[in-house]
Structure formats: C-alpha cells, structure tokens
C-alpha cells in the first residue's frame, strides 16, 4: 500500500467517524434539515433589499445562507447589503443571468432559492418551504402577493396564482426554488436572456421532477414596474412576450430596467 493510498484510506476514516458523530449528537426522531441558499441578484436595489434582507434574518430557520449579488449597480446596494447578508459578491456589469449563476455556483445549501431583491418573504416561509419542497420536486414558486392593495394588483395576482397552482404556467413570483445538484448539471440560467428566463429555468429543471407551488406562504413584491408603465401596458408586454416565446427565439429582447 502506497503513502497516497493510506492518506486516503485514513481520510476516510475521519470522514466517517466525524459523520457518526454528529448523528449521535443529533436527538433521535429529529429530521436533519435542508440547508438553504437565498440567492439575490441586485442592481440598483437600495431602495428596496434592506426590506428583503431584514425579512430574512427574522425567519427562524438555521440551516440558511444568503448571498447577495449586487451587479452593475452605480448606488449604495452593496454598502446596505454588506452587513446584512452572509455572503456579498459585486460584479462591474449588469447581468441577472451571470449574477444568479454566480451566486448558485458559491451557494453551500442543497436547496436553492432565488429572490428578487425586491421581494419580502413572510415569517416562517423558509420552514414552511423546506417542509413542503421534496425530492420529487425539481422546480417551483411561493403565492404571490402584492405590496399593494390597489384591487387591479390583487386581480392580477389572483389569475397568477392560480395559473401556478392548477400549473396552467410553469412560472415564478419572485421566488424560484430548485435542487443545486440539478442546478448545475443544466448549467443554470441561460445568461443570454433577459425576458422569460425563469419559466426557460424551470422547463428544463423538470427532467428532473416536478413543478410544485407552496401555497401555504406568500412572496410579497414590489409592483413598481405596474405603477410606472400601468396596468394594461403591463398585461399586453407579458401576451406578446408569452405568444413570441411559442414561435421565436427571445435572446435578442431586453428587458427594460425600473428603479
């Protein structure tokens, strides 16, 4: 037997005796919770991710990390972020593909989940999320709510919701959720596009599993992009960008940046 062989071997050894330590440690009927990583991309978001990070340290789940990505921002975001997240990471360019692939590729947790920056999750939905999101799932979203109760916004996100629950449309409200294995085995999002991403995200992810959607908690988001360009406007940008989808490549789009 080599020196590298024996090295090895006695590698293992500690491995295992570590690990049967920890579980002895562990009390007996208690479940092992998933670890999980809150990926936010952020540009421009100083406004609106002090919220988000302060929504997160008040959720009572240990086993999380939060990495914030602040990409091409000319503000403050990653000083307001820097003391609020586990992890900060700043690119000189604006890309929200680059910035969610980054993030997930430093992610340590086993079950990723991506946040707009401008996007509160309500108490306990990391619980709740690592309680319902199995390993038949590969892919899913959290019920929407606006941060307004303006009655056209409540509208809207009573026909999103239900097109995710009855899984009409495979889509997100500012929450995507996936297994980092398969993540990176499909290698993440497509950094090419700007519109549609996500539901291109989760068309793929289901080769592995299903697409589920918790309704149980709720993904409160900024409707800002509906204040500035109104309503209808809004309703007719998503048809075109849904029917464009079904016969064109969309890489050439850009997606127009509201602060």
């Keep these: 037997m080599d020196i590298m062989e024996l090295l090895a071997r006695k590698g293992e050894s500690l491995v295992k005796s570590s690990a049967a330590q920890k579980s002895a440690r562990r ?24 919220q ?5 340290r008040r959720q009572k789940y240990p086993a999380r990390e939060v990495i914030v990505v602040a990409n091409g921002c000319a503000d403050n975001t990653a000083n307001v972020a820097r003391e609020n997240c586990d992890r900060l990471v700043v690119l000189s360019k ?3 593909g680059v910035a969610r692939n980054l993030g997930a590729r430093m ?8 946040l707009d920056a401008d996007t509160v999750l309500e108490k306990n939905a990391l619980r709740i999320i690592a309680e319902n999101f199995s390993r038949k ?3 899913g979203t959290l019920k929407g709510r606006p ?14 919701n239900f097109m995710h629950r009855s899984a009409l449309h495979h889509g997100s409200s500012g929450v995507i959720l996936c297994w980092k294995k398969h993540f990176i085995q499909l290698g993440g999002f497509n950094e090419k596009l700007e519109v ?20 149980k908690t709720s993904a409160i988001t900024s409707m800002r992009r509906y204040e500035r360009r109104g309503v209808w406007r809004m309703i007719w940008m998503w048809v075109r960008l849904w029917f464009e989808s079904l016969f064109r490549d969309l890489q050439n ?7």
């Design 94 to 96: 604006k890309n929200l």
């Design 196 to 215: 549609r991403e996500n539901s291109e995200l989760i068309r793929r992810l289901e080769r592995f599993g299903r697409y589920t959607y918790i309704g």
């Design 107 to 114: 992610a340590k947790g086993e079950l990723l989940l991506f």
């Design 52 to 56: 988000t990070l302060s929504a997160l």
């Design 147 to 160: 941060d307004s109760d303006r009655f056209a916004y409540r509208m809207i996100y009573l026909l999103k």
């Design 137 to 139: 799932h590969a892919a």
């Design 253 to 259: 789009r850009k997606y127009e940046t509201i602060r």
């Design 27 to 50: 009390p007996a009927g208690k479940k092992r919770l998933k670890t999980i990583s809150v990926i936010i991309p952020a540009h421009n978001e100083e406004r609106y991710i002090a």
